[in-house]
């Protein structure tokens, strides 16, 4: 163990919340205490990307280790959220949990219990696995799919490509000759540690880059890049209209489009869909008779037809150029689709499968292999998207396989045992906070929730049964990067956990014991054991991982490096002799599966502009005219660090509107505003100014839910003012599209 110059312990740690960064943190400790964390920089590791933490990596001890902490079990008094608990002893606590879990499994049957989505703990050994670790044991429970991160983008990178795994090696950047990011924030928005720094790189190398935001985020500042901003949710009509020149202007890939992609034109309709709509019958209004022009996109998106018209030829003469989404645009109402026409304008300009260029899609790189638990199939077969969970809760009857129920036709219980353990998706991060929370109250419909967490959130506040985790300071665990990191890291113990906080390893195993699987669900085994078991066995698949004890004093494990990974260059040179891994072997533009499946609401086969709910051109608008959109801040990593006052600076909680839009209300900088719509109230001050379209505001999601007595909330969350609507395709979370009205508060 390393120590300072001033006598503290050095201890080298990598987070496990769910950021993307996994950066490189050192613990100083001395006397039991963090006095400060500093992180890995450039000096650190020549010829590395270095693992380096932002802000708040820097400032997690002073979020983690104070005296906002729970710190004993506490049962509920009281009406459930109102937040009145009593400390009890753990004993007590795993007594009356496992006697609700036994009732409510014998009274409404494995279907009734569900374990929330939740990513407090994003590293091997984690909380939602253990618990579902033992239900499946138990007989099984209600399972999800799908994700609030990447709900739409996955699914139609897969409809299109196959596969996820879209993405190249940062480093072919360098290659491109022009760079255009599309609703990605990564000097904000972590994904890793390389997004930014080899994005720094080639914008040094004089690489243009523009980004395409309806905010001019910190991305388009940090790379002194050109700005497009367009209104919430309408991209795809803004990539339809960029389709439309770049074929009117002859720009197209034809020998790419012909060879690799299914439904561009009629003679590549899959014969079987010969009478069906093709991309360019769609693109020149063949059929409807609007040709999807610059202008028409134009009254859509707010983007000036001239804008487009150069944004267009510019990404199909630079060769190559990579068009790469973040997950912005894809959080909306028909996000599947803005996620299809980025895919469509890299196929146009066959930017596939070549350096510099990019697939398009949720970019996903198949890395090394990461520690897990062992799965234990769950015997139970249904299953539900992750963000319908509420209506699984309360109308539960009414669902189907067309609101993406799987493994059935109908469930056979509502949720009645809900886990919600390192997780707030039980209210603040979920759509719809005021409803979510008015279901939960309702004790005769979900009858027990379990809470594991570090604070009373507002998720917290509904447990029933509400008990105090450890922090990634005060317990280990292994975590893996996101997309391209190319190392594997350790989560040291820095600190003893303060209280009687426990690991939910701890108190799954007494549950476990209770009902007669204790042997089953341990094996025997520590958390210690476990991690060195898991740590063991991807070992066996990587063998270039050190000894355990060797990688837990390191804190992270670099691979050694490979040579630049292109997605789809074999693809591309030879379809037919290796297919992309989709039914027919092509790209497919116009998806067979979808022309052939039954939908809740419209759903086209092909990528092209549907008008969105909630966004421009929805006629809600009388009511409520701007349309308000999220997006993840530097300042916390979700909820996580809301509540730590000394980060509020970075980002303050507050309203961006536009002058045009602050003038009339009578609104000027930092006015105390009312933001409101159908669905709840919220009270922040305003930043007015013209980093965002006129008609437009932003509010970073993530603040903490505290309504006052009124039902305004004063934290301003963004989720009061967000729905529980699901997207046709995908079912997943539609929490960027909102509409909402604004008054100044006298
Ligand atoms: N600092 C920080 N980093 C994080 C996280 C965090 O909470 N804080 N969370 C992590 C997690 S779990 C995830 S899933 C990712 C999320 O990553 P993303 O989903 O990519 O992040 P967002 O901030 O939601 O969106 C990125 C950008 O898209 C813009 N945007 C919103 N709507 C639209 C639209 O309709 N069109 C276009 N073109 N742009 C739009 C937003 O203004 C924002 O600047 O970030 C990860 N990294
Ligand atoms: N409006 C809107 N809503 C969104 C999004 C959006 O863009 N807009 N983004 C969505 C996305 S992409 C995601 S991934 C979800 C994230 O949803 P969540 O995973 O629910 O969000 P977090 O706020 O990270 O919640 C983690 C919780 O775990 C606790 N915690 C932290 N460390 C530990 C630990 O070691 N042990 C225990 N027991 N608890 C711990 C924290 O205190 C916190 O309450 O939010 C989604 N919600
Ligand atoms: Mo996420």
Redesign the pocket.
Known sequence: MAESDTGARIIPTTGRN???GRCLLYAHVRDGKIEKMTTETASDCPGEVPLSACVRGLSYHTTYENDRRLLYPMLRVGERGEGRFVRIGWDEAVERLAEQWKRIRDSFGPGSRYVNYA?GVSAAFRPTALARRLLSLDGGYLSSYNSY?TACIEPATRLMYGTPETGSSPETWLDSRFILL????PA????DCSTMYWLQRARKKGIPIAV????R?ATVRALDAEWIP?R??T?SALLDAMAWVIWTEGLADRDFLDRCCLGFDREHLPPEWRKAESVLDYLTGARDGVPKTPAWAEAITGVPADTIRSLAVRYATAKPAALIQ????Q??SYGEQSARGAILLCCMTGNVGVSGGWAGGVGYLRGHAEPALPAIPNPYPLSIPVFRWTDAVDDWRSLTPLDGVRGGDRLESGIKLLLNLAGNCLINQHGDANRTAALLRDASKCEFIVCSDLFLTASARFADLLLPGVSFLESENITAPWLWGDFLGFNNKAVEPPGECRFEYEWLSALAEKLGLGAAFTLGRSHADWLRAMYEETRRREPELPDYDSFRAMGVFRYSKRPPHVAFRENRLDPDRCPFPTRSGKIELFSPAIAGAAFREYFPPIPRYVPPSEGPQDALRERFPLQV??????R???SIHGNNPALEHIEPQRLWMHPRDAAPRGLSEGDAAEVRNGRGRLRVPVHVTEDVLPGVC?LSQ?AWYAPDAGGTDTGGCINVLTSWRDTPYSHGNTQ?SVLAEVRAVL
């Open positions: 769910n950021c993307g990513t991160s599309w609703g990605h924030n904000e928005t972590r994904f395409v935001d309806p905010r985020s367009l919430p949710a991209d973040g997950w912005g645009a959080r909306h959109v999220g997006w993840h801040t530097l916390r990593c979700h932003a993530g960027h």
